[in-house]
């Protein structure tokens, strides 16, 4: 870790996990990245799909023609007023929907990108991918911009990968 490869970080779920991550401005230095099968269908799951997952889905929507959606385990009422604030301040069309059960949503082709350690944790999420987002829900428009910033980083470089 030393070499800036890998970053970790306990889980915001259960908090006994502990999550690595792959830098991947680091690792593209080296020369590692390379193409991947292109899905049908990009699905961003977090919990309550009032946050993290509807930013990921509209930041994908920006830069490929892959379709996204998004959804969550255990759907708020409605997309969280920090999401949409966040949305504004960065100029990204946020459509506003009401939150889905992934259950709902999920089909067998989809990629499936869990964004927060809580989905990633419940067994019945199939994440093929997980971003480990740390949850901006009451934390401040900061947070929201955090998220938001980190969620842009990784869906363009999640883009990157697919053939064209």
């Given at each position: 870790?030393s070499?800036?490869?890998?970053?970790?970080?306990?889980?915001?779920?259960?908090?006994?996990?502990?999550?690595?991550?792959l830098?991947?401005?680091?690792l593209?230095?080296l020369?590692?990245?390379?193409p991947v099968?292109?899905?049908?269908r990009?699905?961003?799951v977090?919990?309550?799909?009032?946050?993290?997952?509807?930013?990921?889905?509209?930041?994908w929507?920006?830069?490929?023609?892959?379709?996204?959606?998004s959804a969550g385990?255990?759907p708020?009422?409605?997309?969280?007023?920090g999401?949409?604030?966040?949305?504004?301040?960065?100029?990204?069309?946020?459509?506003?929907?009401?939150?889905?059960?992934?259950?709902?949503v999920?089909?067998?082709?989809?990629?499936?990108v869990?964004?927060?350690?809580?989905a990633?944790e419940?067994?019945?999420?199939p994440g093929?991918?997980?971003?480990?987002?740390?949850?901006?829900?009451d934390?401040?428009?900061?947070?929201?911009?955090?998220a938001?910033?980190?969620?842009e980083?990784?869906?363009r470089?999640?883009?990157s990968?697919?053939?064209s």
């Amino acid at each position: 870790m030393s070499a800036g490869v890998v970053s970790r970080h306990r889980s915001e779920g259960d908090g006994r996990r502990t999550y690595l991550h792959l830098e991947q401005d680091t690792l593209e230095s080296l020369g590692t990245a390379s193409p991947v099968a292109v899905p049908r269908r990009v699905l961003f799951v977090c919990t309550g799909n009032s946050a993290r997952s509807h930013l990921a889905a509209a930041l994908w929507r920006q830069v490929s023609t892959i379709p996204a959606a998004s959804a969550g385990t255990h759907p708020a009422d409605r997309i969280n007023p920090g999401t949409v604030d966040a949305a504004a301040r960065h100029h990204l069309d946020l459509p506003i929907v009401e939150p889905a059960r992934m259950d709902d949503v999920l089909a067998p082709e989809d990629l499936v990108v869990t964004v927060c350690d809580r989905a990633h944790e419940t067994a019945k999420v199939p994440g093929e991918l997980h971003w480990s987002i740390p949850d901006p829900v009451d934390k401040g428009p900061e947070a929201f911009d955090a998220a938001y910033l980190e969620l842009e980083r990784r869906v363009r470089a999640l883009a990157s990968r697919f053939d064209s």
